[in-house]
């Protein structure tokens, strides 16, 4: 019986978990297209590499219709591309909040919308949105990431039920701390010597920082990727951390707004 392998669309796939799944997926017999913003076409390690920025409308557009006409198809597009962002709200420049929901927000939205054709006129495919476990609850310098994120999810919930009757399947997957380079590639905030907020944002950005350094392997990431990529009737949301990331959500879930407030400041020490 002839197998046709199914052709995968990856956006931030140079580095990080993106890098890590697009190996992965190469190894188990994907035609894999990753994107970057700073690549040419080329093929890395399996990976058909195309230039590709988010924020600009005219890459997603020439990068999709070129994967197009080389596979004439894309069963599965992961949006992964995203940048981190930290900082005091009242002191982050409202071009850098923009700027970030143009990266993690709209941008993948964009993508979505260039693949969504292609997907209907073939009646199949399955979209997988990189989300965060910071997505789920408001966090202490990390408020404008948290939202990009749980903005996705939420937008994620609405599109499945948009799609359905096209077959095509829409999923989030969360994931907590990895080790990977997002703090080198984060936008901080800068520590400014008179600001109130100095001491405690300083103990946050040292603390967030630890947690990558001591987080999991991507590949771990790359495996539930290809896990939910081969269910027929993919869950909503998916989470992938430590237990204590994961059950974090689950007692937002159970308790009272205050209490949750209460235990997140004990952890950031707040």
């Given at each position: 019986?002839?197998?046709?392998?199914?052709?995968?669309?990856?956006?931030?796939?140079?580095?990080?978990?993106?890098?890590?799944?697009?190996?992965?997926?190469?190894?188990?017999?994907?035609?894999?297209?990753?994107?970057?913003?700073?690549?040419?076409?080329?093929?890395?390690?399996?990976?058909?590499?195309?230039?590709?920025?988010?924020?600009?409308?005219?890459?997603?557009?020439?990068?999709?219709?070129?994967?197009?006409?080389?596979?004439?198809?894309?069963?599965?597009?992961?949006?992964?591309?995203?940048?981190?962002?930290?900082?005091?709200?009242?002191?982050?420049?409202?071009?850098?909040?923009?700027?970030?929901?143009?990266?993690?927000?709209?941008?993948?939205?964009?993508?979505?919308?260039?693949?969504?054709?292609?997907?209907?006129?073939?009646?199949?495919?399955?979209?997988?949105?990189?989300?965060?476990?910071?997505?789920?609850?408001?966090?202490?310098?990390?408020?404008?990431?948290?939202?990009?994120?749980?903005?996705?999810?939420?937008?994620?919930?609405?599109?499945?039920?948009?799609?359905?009757?096209?077959?095509?399947?829409?999923?989030?997957?969360?994931?907590?701390?990895?080790?990977?380079?997002?703090?080198?590639?984060?936008?901080?905030?800068?520590?400014?010597?008179?600001?109130?907020?100095?001491?405690?944002?300083?103990?946050?950005?040292?603390?967030?920082?630890?947690?990558?350094?001591?987080?999991?392997?991507?590949?771990?990431?790359?495996?539930?990727?290809?896990?939910?990529?081969?269910?027929?009737?993919?869950?909503?949301?998916?989470?992938?951390?430590?237990?204590?990331?994961?059950?974090?959500?689950?007692?937002?879930?159970?308790?009272?707004?205050?209490w949750y407030e209460k235990l997140l400041l004990n952890h950031y020490?707040?």
């Amino acid at each position: 019986m002839y197998f046709m392998s199914k052709v995968v669309l990856i956006t931030g796939a140079s580095s990080g978990i993106g890098k890590a799944i697009a190996q992965y997926l190469v190894s188990q017999s994907y035609i894999v297209y990753g994107t970057s913003r700073n690549t040419k076409n080329a093929i890395e390690n399996g990976v058909h590499m195309l230039p590709l920025d988010v924020t600009k409308s005219e890459t997603i557009a020439t990068a999709v219709n070129s994967l197009l006409k080389k596979e004439s198809r894309v069963d599965y597009l992961i949006n992964n591309a995203g940048m981190g962002i930290t900082g005091p709200l009242e002191e982050t420049p409202d071009s850098e909040s923009k700027r970030v929901f143009e990266t993690n927000f709209f941008g993948a939205l964009e993508v979505i919308k260039a693949v969504l054709p292609s997907m209907r006129a073939q009646h199949s495919g399955m979209i997988l949105n990189i989300t965060s476990i910071a997505g789920y609850m408001g966090l202490p310098y990390r408020g404008m990431y948290s939202a990009t994120k749980g903005a996705l999810a939420i937008v994620t919930e609405a599109y499945r039920m948009e799609l359905k009757e096209f077959n095509i399947k829409m999923t989030t997957i969360a994931p907590g701390d990895f080790a990977t380079n997002i703090a080198a590639g984060r936008y901080h905030a800068p520590l400014l010597d008179h600001s109130p907020y100095q001491q405690n944002y300083k103990n946050t950005l040292e603390l967030m920082d630890a947690h990558v350094d001591d987080g999991m392997n991507p590949e771990i990431m790359a495996k539930v990727v290809h896990r939910v990529m081969k269910k027929k009737n993919p869950k909503v949301h998916y989470r992938v951390g430590f237990f204590m990331q994961r059950f974090s959500i689950v007692l937002k879930r159970a308790l009272p707004d205050t209490w949750y407030e209460k235990l997140l400041l004990n952890h950031y020490k707040l």
